[in-house]
């Protein structure tokens, strides 16, 4: 019973004691040791020392300030010994020779009072779980956005980011972009977002986004896929290098740790036909990286046309190898990633309503809306939205009944987080099948890139591959054949020669 008696009277001195900060009541035999004047009791009669008369400071000398420091006089010091309130020290000005120091300058520390002390121990006493101030986890979200040329990419990055600061790079139009420039310097078409603080989840993220050639640019498909495939499996093994290649850690740990690899890649399609290209290339993609495939240029659809072609679209990828048929050739696969329902139905969409159908534009129009400004912390009352003018009216692409940019946006970027934390999961277990074939392969990451292109290039060299091949290696065997024919008929006729039997032929 000692315990709980000392507890509670270290409680109610707590709640009697006051002071400025804590609002209670000090108890008088330790009011002395807080600054709040207290009636104390009275002093036998003594004589009452001198009082200090003020000294006038001589003035500093040229290149000193005169800085007042309070010095407090003794109680039993005498007239002759009295100090002045306020006394002249001499600190260099700023126009003397600074004093060079590796250290910053001290913070000068609070000293709590003991009524504080005394209050942050009650609270200690009896608090219910330990009170830590939030330290922020650093997540690494990293975007790239493919497709044929002409789609929009770049515009739909720029719609994207538009209400986000960027720390780095702006988007360039990739359409303008060839191939060997894009390896020589891939980050020139990449968009750092600046770090985006959320306390309420204890994260702080980084977001870029990296733009790509489209693959109409270059007529050599094969090299496209292979500097594509290197391109994500080069960014996948530096951050092997960075985490020495660490893998002993579950998904909840090392979520959004990969600084480099790709999470996801969004994958534009041309609108009214999904061509063979796109499957092949998708398929190759979807073997390394979690492809989220959109329709562009959705405007120039109607509803039923739009309805019609996304059913397209979802039995094309659920069966790749159907619409791009081979006899000799491994069946093309596509790893679907697909969002929770709970997470469309949020979003006021239904699963039948993938692929998004997205609208972009380059031209903008101001919207005047002081209440919306506020609401969103804006200095200026305007705010700019996207939109495409046609003579027939007008298409803004943050409308939700004229495009999907909005909700794709709120999936990548915005509150619908179970839907980034999954393509974090599936990033991280990825990496965790690169490192195993990186280690398999003596980390030669040439042979990584050639086995991952290696089942979907032969269906782009060119379209009767595996007739072609035949044929090559038909007419190679007959030139063997003829080859090791007419050798043997030299070596006979060198024979009859020596022999001098060729009078007879």
């Known amino acids: 019973m000692a315990p709980q008696k000392k507890n509670k009277s270290l409680f109610a001195s707590f709640l009697k004691s006051k002071d400025p900060v804590v609002g209670s009541q000090l108890t008088k035999d330790k009011a002395a040791s807080v600054a709040t004047p207290v009636a104390l009791p009275a002093k036998p009669a003594t004589a009452e020392p001198a009082k200090a008369t003020p000294v006038k400071a001589s003035p500093p000398a040229p ?46 520390v609070e000293t709590p009072s003991l009524a504080r002390l005394r209050a942050d121990d009650a609270r200690a006493a009896w608090q219910a779980r330990p009170s830590i101030p939030v330290r922020l986890l650093d997540n690494y979200i990293n975007f790239m956005v493919m497709g044929e040329s002409g789609l929009g990419k770049t515009t739909f990055i720029n719609n994207l980011v538009s209400s986000y600061r960027t720390t780095r790079g702006q988007p360039h139009d990739g359409s303008t972009t060839s191939l060997s420039a894009f390896q020589a310097d891939p980050d020139s078409l990449k968009t750092v977002l600046e770090p985006m603080e959320v306390s309420e989840a204890g994260r702080r993220l980084h977001v870029s986004v990296q733009d790509m050639p489209g693959w109409g640019d270059d007529i ?40 480099h690899s790709i999470t996801a890649c969004v994958y534009f399609l041309s609108p009214h036909r999904v061509k063979k290209v796109d499957l092949i290339i998708m398929s190759a993609l979807s073997q390394l990286v979690t492809v989220i495939p959109v329709i562009a240029k959705a405007d120039t659809m109607t509803d039923k046309e739009l309805s019609a072609f996304r059913s397209e679209v979802r039995a094309m990828l659920s069966c790749p190898s159907k619409y791009a048929p081979s006899k000799t050739l491994a069946p093309l696969d596509f790893n679907t990633f697909g969002f929770a329902p709970q997470v469309l139905t949020d979003l006021g969409i239904t699963p039948d309503a993938m692929p998004l159908a997205l609208i972009t534009s ?33 298409a803004y692409a943050l409308n939700r009944e004229h495009s999907d940019l909005l909700t794709l946006k709120r999936l990548l970027l915005g509150d619908k987080v179970d839907s980034l934390y999954a393509m974090l999961d599936e990033s991280y277990n990825r990496y965790l099948n690169f490192c195993q074939q990186y280690e398999a392969n003596g980390k030669q990451l040439p042979l990584i890139v050639q086995n991952a292109a290696a089942m979907c290039t032969p269906y782009l060299e060119y379209d009767d591959y595996s007739n072609a091949k035949t044929a090559l290696d038909s007419a190679q065997q007959a030139m063997s054949t003829l080859m090791a024919e007419n050798k043997a008929l030299m070596e006979r006729i060198n024979v009859l020669e020596r022999s001098g039997n060729m009078s007879r032929y």
């Open 362 to 394: 380059n031209e903008h129009e101001s919207l005047r809306d002081s209440a919306l400004a506020a609401e969103l912390g804006l200095d200026q009352p305007e705010v700019q939205q996207p939109v495409r003018n046609y003579r027939w009216g007008a």
């Open 220 to 259: 050599n498909l094969v090299r496209y896929l292979r500097v594509v495939v290197d391109f994500i499996l080069q960014a996948r093994m530096k951050d092997y290098e960075m985490l020495a290649g660490s893998r002993g850690l579950n998904e909840a740990a090392m979520c959004g740790q990969l600084q």
């Open 63 to 108: 290149g000193v300030v005169s800085s007042p420091v309070r010095v407090s006089a003794s109680s039993g010091s005498s007239a002759a010994s009295a100090t002045p309130a306020y006394k002249p020290v001499s600190v260099p000005s700023p126009s003397a020779a600074p004093v060079k120091s590796g250290r910053a300058a001290a913070v000068p």
